[in-house]
């Protein structure tokens, strides 16, 4: 878990599990693709940081944040994945759109994980601007896509422990 002094890059690759057994899902939208581009990165190189192997690595692009529920829903549905990645970024507007983008995603992402056998990690942006979001996919406050990497390992051994 991330706090206020500790940037969201770090971790110790020692208190990792070996990812070279897992397979990986990563679900980007394309809204906002200069943040969400900079999560996936993060999230990509630190699974393979962490010993997951490009091949086991599978991209699949979605037009927006709301979409996210659905492409890995499907992704899911394939039976390949240890753990999926959910990246994307919504900044709040003039109207209640944000708010009711934030609140679909969060649900439909929570219902994923409570209905079905893979983990499946939130790793979606909900600023008030665009300065905060690429502070977080890359800038001041490090990579969001970083402890989604590290999350999706630890709850892919989860439920490889689990079964």
């Not at 706090?3 to 971790?11: C, D």
């Not at 897992?22 to 394309?30: D, H, K, N, P, R």
């Not at 039976?79 to 934030?102: L, Q, R, S, W």
Request: aromatic fraction near 8%; glycine fraction near 10%.
């Amino acid at each position: 878990m991330a706090t206020a002094n500790k940037s969201l890059s770090e971790y110790d690759k020692n208190t990792i599990p070996d990812a070279s057994q897992f397979t990986f899902g990563i679900v980007v939208s394309e809204w906002n693709d200069t943040v969400t581009n900079g999560l996936f990165q993060g999230a990509y190189d630190t699974l393979i940081d962490c010993g997951a192997k490009s091949e086991n690595i599978i991209k699949w692009d979605v037009p927006g944040s709301f979409e996210l529920i659905y492409g890995a829903s499907r992704m899911l549905q394939t039976g390949n994945y240890d753990a999926v990645i959910t990246i994307g970024c919504v900044i709040k507007g003039e109207t209640m759109h944000f708010e009711f983008v934030c609140e679909g995603v969060t649900q439909g992402i929570k219902d994923l994980n409570v209905k079905g056998d893979v983990p499946v990690i939130f790793c979606v942006l909900t600023d008030n601007n665009i300065q905060q979001s690429l502070a977080r996919s890359g800038g001041d406050h490090g990579n969001k896509g970083v402890e989604a990497g590290i999350t999706a390992i630890k709850m892919a051994e989860l439920r490889r422990l689990s079964k």
